[in-house]
Nanobody, 122 residues
Framework: QVHLVESGGGSVQAGGSLKLSCLFS???????MGWFRRGPGKEREGVAA???????GVAEFGKGRFSISKDTAKKTVHLQMNSLLPEDTAMYYC?????????????????WGQGTQVTVSS
């Protein structure tokens, strides 16, 4: 059974925008949700997360450019990415946290989607 389904990835030029979406299982409503990425030859890193109460956090590299939001009624978490850079090229993953608290550490997220590819060209 698939609990997390990402969409919205694609190819854009530097400076462009993309909005990623993650459809999650209704049983995940009271958990924190996060977005992570793994670029070519890089370690997986946290991008943004949202706690069950709506508190949010964005990694330093994404501040001012990325934002995360959640539509509980539609069971969807979004990652809005603006002013994209070539170094943002990566596979982006949606994940469910182990609890309601806002965290951005991959080890604290037990369930993961398949990912959606984002490619930013210069």
């Amino acid at each position: 059974q698939v609990h997390l389904v990402e969409s919205g990835g694609g190819s854009v030029q530097a400076g462009g925008s993309l909005k990623l979406s993650c459809l999650f299982s209704p049983t995940y409503v009271n958990y924190a949700m996060g977005w992570f990425r793994r670029g070519p030859g890089k370690e997986r890193e946290g991008v943004a997360a949202i706690g069950s109460r709506g508190d949010t956090g964005v990694a330093e590299f994404g501040k001012g450019r990325f934002s995360i939001s959640k539509d509980t009624a539609k069971k969807t978490v979004h990652l809005q990415m603006n002013s994209l850079l070539p170094e943002d090229t990566a596979m982006y993953y949606c994940a469910r946290g182990a609890g309601p608290r806002l965290l951005l550490v991959p080890a604290d997220f037990p369930d993961w989607g398949q990912g959606t590819q984002v490619t930013v060209s210069s």
